[in-house]
């Protein structure tokens, strides 16, 4: 079992006056656990004047009004014919996935620096005419109106200029690494913070994904300040780290569409005891949302086919698994309604259709608040909370035995990512907060004579931040 997002991030630090960088990844398992460890040699730096002397996150008077967006389409548009180009030069496998700055990646110092140089500039046309002008905009509003979508389109939306922004994020992070070996240590910091930049505006849309993209794009960056701490004479981060929002990436709003998404794709359940419809009306909408999640369902399994069954198919199978759930359901709906406080004479009244939607809601619910509340606890209480959720929804589907299980399952297919992304998230957190520990350390040295703390209670100069993961 890999436990990298689980497991601390430690980082050895020894103090040198380094020729060059010296940055080792090295896996270690403790029992059925791995954990990553992240050897450096660096030196002493003081805290630069002014402090803020670097950023990672622009000032506002340097920023322009206007939105980002179009700039990152434009760039869009080029990214695939550029990369094309650069792979046909150099080659994937031996050459730029070991410039990018993954961790088994070549170290800076032993970089072919005029090979990446080359690769580099490739790239510039799109980054100094494109994603530089996005990164001078005040705003990022990708405008594609995700919050009216309805039905399967909620949950099916195509994203593939998040997915494709990793491509800017890996080229990024070749010319960070290269403007580190070339000791350009204010353009690395410029692309870095750029990077950043890049990772927030990725995360904006308000879907988990497109926040697991925004991390991978600051995990990156993380990776290029690492090389960059541990190069001579560097700079001190510790302030420009501090200034980055907390938590760097916030997903919450995401977290909050997604916990509403089954309302989304099935609308006929949201506000059901307050709506008034004709039972036919209840009891086909019932069965259209069936019929949409069987679909996607069936897109998800069929990816080497078309993805569809035939139309005639598709009605009377959504009509036969409606019928069957609710066959199956519906005594246990009426009755859970009314144990929970709902007239008898009421629930007898209402349709089929609609006892189903009023139950599916408050099981909804239900379900989706249990994981929405891992966001708002901190990390180290995060697993208490949701594995008492991931236990619920366990045992929460049609045929399950909970007395507050699913009769339409779409709590058991949106939720459990929920839990997952705060776990990313952590990981994250806890990466910065490490790397201004390490600088905080480069500052206590730099005013002690080059000598490491006794303990991390002797550093006065700047406060250490605690691991995120632990609250320790």
């Not at 070549?106 to 980054?127: H, N, Q, S, W």
């Not at 510790?238 to 909050?256: E, G, S």
């Not at 939720?415 to 776990?423: D, I, N, Y």
């Amino acid at each position: 079992m890999r436990l990298l997002i689980l497991s601390f991030l430690l980082i050895a630090c020894s103090f040198a006056a380094a020729a060059k960088a010296d940055v080792a990844f090295q896996t270690v398992r403790e029992g059925s656990d791995e954990i990553q460890i992240v050897r450096m040699t660096v030196t002493p730096a003081a805290e630069p004047v002014p402090a803020f002397k670097h950023r990672l996150l622009a000032r506002g008077i340097d920023l322009k009004p206007g939105n980002a967006a179009p700039y990152y389409y434009r760039a869009h548009g080029e990214l695939r014919s550029t990369l094309k180009h650069i792979r046909d030069k150099f080659d994937e496998d031996t050459e730029l996935s070991n410039w990018y700055g993954l961790e088994d990646s070549t170290p800076i110092a032993k970089l072919p620096l005029e090979r990446v140089r080359e690769a580099c500039a490739m790239f510039d046309g799109i980054y100094q005419n494109d994603l530089r002008q996005a990164f001078a905009r005040r705003d990022c509003d990708w405008e594609l109106g995700v919050e009216e979508l309805r039905g399967v389109d909620a949950i099916s939306v195509l994203l593939d200029e998040f997915q494709n922004s990793r491509g800017f994020a890996r080229m990024m992070a070749m010319r960070t690494r290269l403007a580190i070996a070339e000791h350009r240590y204010d353009d690395a910091i410029e692309t870095m913070r750029h990077q950043y930049r890049l990772g927030s505006d990725v995360a904006k849309e308000p879907f988990l994904v497109c926040g697991l993209f925004g991390m991978a794009m600051d995990f990156f960056a993380n990776g290029t300040m690492i090389e960059l701490i541990a190069n001579p004479d560097s700079p001190n981060m510790y302030w420009a780290l501090t200034q980055l929002p907390q938590p760097a990436i916030d997903m919450r709003p995401a977290v909050r569409f997604e916990a509403d998404s089954g309302l989304r794709m099935c609308p006929f359940i949201n506000h059901a005891e307050t709506t008034e419809l004709a039972p036919q009306e209840w009891n086909r909408l019932y069965t259209q949302a069936l019929h949409d999640l069987g679909n996607l369902t069936w897109q998800m399994i069929n990816t080497q086919g078309s993805g569809k069954l035939p139309k005639p198919l598709q009605k009377a199978r959504a009509g036969m698994v409606a019928t069957a759930l609710a066959l199956h359901g519906y005594p246990h709906a009426k009755q859970w309604l009314i144990a929970h406080g709902m007239e008898r004479d009421r629930v007898e009244q209402m349709a089929v259709g609609q006892v189903l939607a009023i139950y599916s809601d408050r099981i909804y619910r239900q379900y989706a608040d249990d994981f929405e509340k891992c966001w708002y606890v901190p990390f180290a209480e995060m697993n208490k909370y949701g594995g008492a959720a991931d236990q619920r929804l366990a045992s929460a589907g049609p045929l399950g035995t909970s007395d507050d299980r699913e009769i339409v399952p779409i709590a058991s297919m949106l939720l459990p990512g929920l839990r997952s992304a705060r776990t990313a998230q952590g990981r994250l957190e806890r990466e910065i907060a490490s790397l201004r520990v390490i600088e905080a350390l480069r500052m206590h040295a730099a005013n002690h004579n080059r000598q490491l703390p006794k303990s991390l209670d002797e550093i006065t100069a700047v406060p250490v931040p605690l691991n995120p993961a632990t609250g320790k």
